[in-house]
């Protein structure tokens, strides 16, 4: 079962909005990742987690907040986002190696946000 | 550090014929993996195929075929006899072997492949 879900499908939030983004594998992956992806442009990383550990923060605002409860899965939370913050969410799991090397990643189907 | 350059923003082909996407990549690194993923119009990036580095044997999965060349940097997808269901979104990425960089992937700008019927 090579499969990552995503809910809800789609967004729509106010900027003063509280939300959440959430994410579940069950593959047993240890490492978990966050994406946003603008139209017409390849997905940035914004978090990965490792061992339920936070391990790379790319400089994201501190409106988006993630936390991974368990290994199987990743919460998004979001809070007083601005409109150009609309974009597919993606998150994505992957399996470690050997040698610390970390496998590909699998994707879900992502979340729709559009922030009016 | 690393890039990935992937040329062509926009192929548009008629079904059956062959298409060829291109995928350059740059790294110091000696040991690394290089990816392909679809993007179809739903949004799912789908996992087509990982090539480590040490590993340069061509491959082919129906009527995919990959070809990786270490002399040149790349890393080039073939689909023979396209099918309209193979329009989509194409990523090429690149990830180093470290485990400090927690496989965190280097996307191309992606190639729009349009088949038409």
């Known amino acids: 079962d090579t499969e990552v879900t995503q809910t809800p499908k789609h967004l729509v939030m106010g900027m003063t909005n509280k939300k959440s983004l959430k994410c579940e594998q069950h593959?047993?992956?240890?490492?978990m990742y966050w994406y946003k992806q603008k139209a017409k442009k390849p997905p940035e990383l914004m978090f990965v987690y490792s061992y339920e550990k936070l391990s790379i923060n790319e400089s994201v605002p501190s409106r988006f907040s993630p936390e991974c409860p368990n290994s199987s899965l990743l919460n998004l939370h979001l809070h007083a986002l601005q409109p150009e913050d609309s974009a597919l969410y993606l998150c994505?799991?992957?399996?470690?190696?050997?040698?610390?090397?970390?496998?590909?990643?699998?994707f879900g189907p992502g979340t729709r946000l559009t922030v009016l | 550090a690393q890039k990935v350059t992937q040329a062509q923003t926009e192929i548009s082909v008629v079904e059956k014929e062959d298409v060829t996407l291109d995928c350059v990549y740059e790294?110091?690194?000696?040991?690394?993996?290089l990816f392909w993923y679809k993007q179809p119009p739903s949004g799912e990036l789908v996992f087509l195929i990982r090539?480590?580095?040490?590993?340069?044997q061509n491959e082919i999965s129906g009527r995919y075929s990959w070809n990786f060349q270490k002399s040149t940097s790349s890393f080039n997808f073939t689909i023979t006899a396209s099918q309209v269901v193979d329009s989509a979104v194409y990523f090429c990425?690149?990830?180093?072997?470290?485990?400090?960089?927690?496989?965190?992937?280097?996307f191309g700008q992606g190639t729009i492949l349009t088949v038409h019927p």
């Open positions: 790294t110091r690194d000696t040991t690394y993996y």
């Open positions: 593959m047993g992956h240890r490492a």
């Open positions: 994505a799991s992957s399996q470690q190696g050997g040698k610390s090397s970390y496998n590909e990643q699998f």
């Open positions: 990425a690149l990830s180093d072997a470290g485990g400090t960089s927690y496989g965190k992937l280097t």
């Open positions: 090539r480590n580095s040490f590993d340069e």
